[in-house]
């Protein structure tokens, strides 16, 4: 099992910026991806972006290319999450995910990540 620890969340006014954090302790990660979802209230998660482990290749929803980066560092085993422009619309609890394997066709699936952080709230006003 994984461990999954999320930080940086807060309060943005809308244009601004905020990186998340995810710290993961647990196994080693070799043929896996970890990723963020958000998740609206009363609303099933969805995919925000992904990073392949090994490889480094990123994966991103519509709705955020090319405002968010995802990004890991091997040594800290952790995945950052920029969030550049930041949207009314952006504001959600987002969570850190881990998975095994990597299947690019499922990777944007939620039920294919089997560890999950705690979440962090990410509010963004006018």
């Known amino acids: 099992q994984v461990l999954l620890v999320e930080s940086g969340g807060g309060l943005v006014q809308a244009g601004g910026s905020l990186r998340l954090s995810c710290v993961a302790s647990g196994r080693t990660f070799s043929n896996s991806a970890m990723a963020w979802f958000r998740q609206y209230p009363g609303k099933e998660r969805e995919f925000v972006a992904a990073?392949?482990?090994?490889?480094?290749?990123?994966y991103y929803a519509d709705s955020v290319e090319g405002r968010f980066t995802i990004s890991r560092d091997k040594a800290k085993k952790a995945v950052h999450l920029q969030m550049n422009s930041l949207k009314p619309e952006d504001s959600a609890v987002y969570y850190c995910a881990a998975r095994d394997g990597v299947i690019t066709s499922t990777i944007r699936l939620l039920y294919t990540y089997n560890d999950w952080g705690q979440g962090t709230q990410v509010t963004v006003y006018d």
């Open positions: 990073i392949r482990w090994m490889s480094g290749h990123t």
